[in-house]
Nanobody
Framework: QVQLVESGGGLVQAGVSLRLSCTASGRTFSSYAMGWFRQAPEKEREFVAAINWSGGIIYYADSVKGRFTISRDNAKSTVYLQMNSLKPEDTAVYYC???????????????????WGQGTQVTVSS
């Protein structure tokens, strides 16, 4: 069983930055690909970013490319999402997710992840 806990969300004005953190339990964290997704009310869960176990293979949604950065610190069992130049359309609940198994890559599909955090709210005002 893997448990994920997100933190770092909040209410901010457009143009500012936030850094989200996701801390995972388990001794196999370093083998898991990790992803960030977001979900606004009445909308489907949307891919944001993903990172493989080594941190060397990263994917971003076009909507956040150039503004958001995903990274991980396996020694701390933590994945980060640095969000710069936030826009009102970034408003959503942000979830981190883990794809179990060795040597897997991150995926843009929520269905390919095995564990999910509880989410953290990010609200960006205009």
């Amino acid at each position: 069983q893997v448990q994920l806990v997100e933190s770092g969300g909040g209410l901010v004005q457009a143009g500012v930055s936030l850094r989200l953190s996701c801390t995972a339990s388990g001794r196999t964290f370093s083998s898991y690909a990790m992803g960030w997704f977001r979900q606004a009310p009445e909308k489907e869960r949307e891919f944001v970013a993903a990172i493989n176990w080594s941190g060397g293979i990263i994917y971003y949604a076009d909507s956040v490319k150039g503004r958001f950065t995903i990274s991980r610190d396996n020694a701390k069992s933590t994945v980060y999402l640095q969000m710069n130049s936030l826009k009102p359309e970034d408003t959503a609940v942000y979830y981190c997710a883990a794809r179990a198994g060795m040597n897997k890559l991150g995926s843009r599909s929520p269905a390919e992840y095995d564990y999910w955090g509880q989410g953290t709210q990010v609200t960006v005002s205009s």
